[in-house]
């Protein structure tokens, strides 16, 4: 299996991952975190179990993921309000 760094520049991998993490995420506000499977978030992401856990090591894993890439995009939009150019 690749690295993650170079994981994440695969075009396939980064899609697969877009797909968890948006069902993942509608899946939380229609039921809340703690009624959530990955046996949900796959079948609304349109993959298999095997897919999940080759990107998540469980739902717990997948939240984290997607808090620090919303922190790291949240930084960057920071740093373009606050550069006065």
């Known amino acids: 299996m690749l690295p993650k760094s170079a994981q994440s520049q695969d075009p ?14 509608e899946l939380v506000l229609e039921k809340g ?4 499977t990955v046996n ?16 998540y090591l469980d739902k717990w894993d997948l939240l984290t993921s ?5 922190r ?9 309000l606050l550069d006065p150019r």
């Open 33 to 36: 975190f703690e009624q959530v």
């Open 66 to 70: 997607w808090v620090g890439e919303m």
């Open 12 to 25: 396939r991998v980064r899609r697969t991952r877009q797909w968890l993490q948006a069902a993942f995420l």
């Open 40 to 55: 949900d978030i796959t079948a609304r992401a349109g993959v298999n179990r095997a897919t999940f856990y080759k990107h």
């Open 72 to 80: 790291l995009l949240l930084d960057a939009q920071a740093a373009t």
